[in-house]
């Protein structure tokens, strides 16, 4: 590689001298503005201090590339940083280039055709212009197709929010046909009125382990299962279901109420050895208001009188799964009418955590709906109750009142 090099006094030297080497080689009018650029603020301080720079610059055929060598006094070195054209290797007082570019053209030939230095410089800008025009153009263009992505991305995010819409809908709809299969039939007895209300933990699966069941007897009595089956979703749901079909199939057999509890652990045991599950079992004659409560672990009826006093039916016994399964003699209490039974799940109660704090609360519910009608009772005070809920479990309220019609 054949070298060439010159020294210069002055910015305005160094630039002429960069440019014709660049022009020289061919290097494109927006390379060389930059080039120009770059070598100038590398000598200014030197050139400002009166100091020469030296310039180097060779052409290697083999690679096709240009080598300019910049050099600079040791006090008044280059200044590098965000040069338009990063050098490629910086040591002491030299700052040196490698650019792609042409072999050199004929020296006759380039000072026939040599334009001057304001043509050169005029060139150049040229070039820039175009050149942040051209990214300027780009910059639009991707804009737009951001704009276009955006706008897509948008309208895809809008149909996968109605999909999902209408695939909750779907879920919820099919849950709920569930939920209403699992229903026991309303049933109409004479001098009695029924309501109940359900309501899941989470709205994306309402079934649980919260269930009921009623039905009447050939005496004439009407027999209510309320079950709470450990867990949540459809596992127990399956449990409390299975609860709820073998009481139904014991009761109708003509079992004592107070075998119930006992005898459907004993046929469920060999089924299903998790199942764990409270039950409260009520039968009552509608045409003496004769009440019968059989439990098994669940929490007490609470019954509300006309006259507004208030107490809860302890009755004992333990649940499903439990230690010792069964119920202990039924405890046994007479309706008047207007009286007002409430059955329900510790979901009802349980909502801040402490028990006897929500049985209080459940008796000013009560009384504050005692004169409403029967069918909007479990709802109301089911809302009433759930003010404040800690923690959400499956809840089920159902009342029954005594017309004595």
């Given at each position: 590689?054949?070298?060439?090099?010159?020294?210069?006094a002055t910015t305005a030297g160094l630039s002429r001298a960069v440019r014709a080497l660049a022009r020289e080689h061919a290097l494109d009018p927006a390379v060389?503005?930059?080039?120009?650029?770059?070598?100038?603020?590398?000598?200014?301080?030197?050139?400002?201090?009166?100091?020469?720079?030296?310039?180097?610059?060779?052409?290697?055929?083999?690679?096709?590339?240009?080598?300019?060598?910049?050099?600079?006094?040791?006090?008044?070195?280059?200044?590098?940083?965000?040069?338009?054209?990063?050098?490629?290797?910086?040591?002491?007082?030299?700052?040196?280039?490698?650019?792609?570019?042409?072999?050199?053209?004929?020296?006759?030939?380039?000072?026939?055709?040599?334009?001057?230095?304001d043509a050169l410089a005029a060139e150049e800008l040229r070039a820039v212009v175009a050149a942040a025009d051209a990214l300027t153009s780009e910059h639009r263009?991707?804009?737009?197709?951001?704009?276009?992505?955006?706008?897509?991305?948008?309208?895809?995010?809008?149909?996968?929010?109605?999909?999902?819409?209408?695939?909750?809908?779907?879920?919820?709809?099919?849950?709920?046909?569930?939920?209403?299969?699992?229903?026991?039939?309303?049933?109409?007895?004479?001098?009695?009125?029924?309501?109940?209300?359900?309501?899941?933990?989470?709205?994306?699966?309402?079934?649980?382990?919260?269930?009921?069941?009623?039905?009447?007897?050939?005496?004439?009595?009407?027999?209510?299962?309320?079950?709470?089956?450990?867990?949540h979703g459809v596992t127990s749901t399956r449990s409390a279901l299975n609860v709820t079909h073998a009481v139904r199939t014991l009761a109708l057999e003509g079992?004592?109420?107070?075998?119930?509890?006992?005898?459907?652990?004993?046929?469920?045991?060999?089924?299903?050895?998790?199942?764990?599950?409270?039950?409260?079992?009520?039968?009552?004659?509608?045409?003496?208001?004769?009440?019968?409560?059989?439990?098994?672990?669940?929490?007490?009826?609470?019954?509300?009188?006309?006259?507004?006093?208030?107490?809860?039916?302890?009755?004992?016994?333990?649940?499903?799964?439990?230690?010792?399964?069964?119920?202990?003699?039924?405890?046994?209490?007479?309706?008047?009418?207007?009286?007002?039974?409430?059955?329900?799940?510790?979901?009802?109660?349980?909502?801040?955590?402490?028990?006897?704090?929500?049985?209080?609360?459940?008796?000013?519910?009560?009384?504050?709906?005692?004169?409403?009608?029967?069918?909007?009772?479990?709802?109301?005070?089911?809302?009433?109750?759930?003010?404040?809920?800690?923690?959400?479990?499956?809840?089920?309220?159902?009342?029954?009142?005594?017309?004595?019609?």
């Amino acid at each position: 590689m054949t070298t060439r090099n010159l020294t210069c006094a002055t910015t305005a030297g160094l630039s002429r001298a960069v440019r014709a080497l660049a022009r020289e080689h061919a290097l494109d009018p927006a390379v060389r503005a930059r080039l120009v650029l770059s070598a100038a603020e590398a000598a200014g301080a030197a050139l400002r201090a009166g100091r020469e720079t030296g310039l180097e610059w060779g052409y290697e055929p083999a690679g096709g590339l240009l080598t300019v060598v910049l050099r600079t006094p040791g006090d008044t070195g280059p200044v590098t940083a965000d040069l338009p054209v990063a050098p490629d290797e910086v040591t002491g007082g030299e700052v040196v280039w490698r650019l792609p570019a042409s072999p050199p053209s004929d020296p006759s030939d380039a000072a026939d055709e040599a334009p001057g230095e304001d043509a050169l410089a005029a060139e150049e800008l040229r070039a820039v212009v175009a050149a942040a025009d051209a990214l300027t153009s780009e910059h639009r263009r991707l804009n737009d197709e951001l704009a276009e992505t955006n706008s897509g991305v948008l309208a895809l995010y809008v149909q996968l929010d109605e999909r999902d819409k209408q695939l909750r809908t779907a879920h919820g709809q099919t849950l709920r046909e569930l939920e209403d299969a699992l229903r026991p039939a309303p049933i109409k007895a004479d001098g009695l009125e029924l309501a109940v209300h359900y309501e899941p933990a989470g709205t994306d699966a309402p079934t649980g382990g919260d269930l009921y069941d009623w039905f009447v007897l050939p005496d004439g009595t009407v027999h209510i299962t309320i079950v709470d089956a450990l867990g949540h979703g459809v596992t127990s749901t399956r449990s409390a279901l299975n609860v709820t079909h073998a009481v139904r199939t014991l009761a109708l057999e003509g079992h004592r109420l107070e075998s119930i509890v006992a005898r459907t652990d004993e046929i469920l045991r060999p089924f299903d050895r998790s199942v764990m599950a409270t039950v409260q079992l009520a039968r009552i004659d509608p045409a003496t208001g004769e009440l019968w409560l059989a439990n098994g672990s669940h929490p007490p009826a609470l019954l509300l009188r006309r006259d507004g006093t208030a107490r809860y039916l302890e009755a004992r016994g333990r649940g499903i799964g439990f230690p010792l399964p069964g119920s202990e003699t039924p405890l046994t209490e007479r309706l008047a009418p207007g009286d007002l039974l409430l059955l329900y799940t510790d979901g009802l109660t349980e909502s801040r955590r402490d028990p006897i704090e929500g049985e209080k609360r459940l008796i000013e519910a009560a009384h504050k709906h005692l004169r409403s009608p029967t069918e909007e009772v479990p709802g109301a005070i089911a809302e009433d109750m759930h003010t404040v809920i800690l923690h959400p479990d499956d809840t089920l309220a159902l009342a029954v009142r005594l017309t004595g019609q």
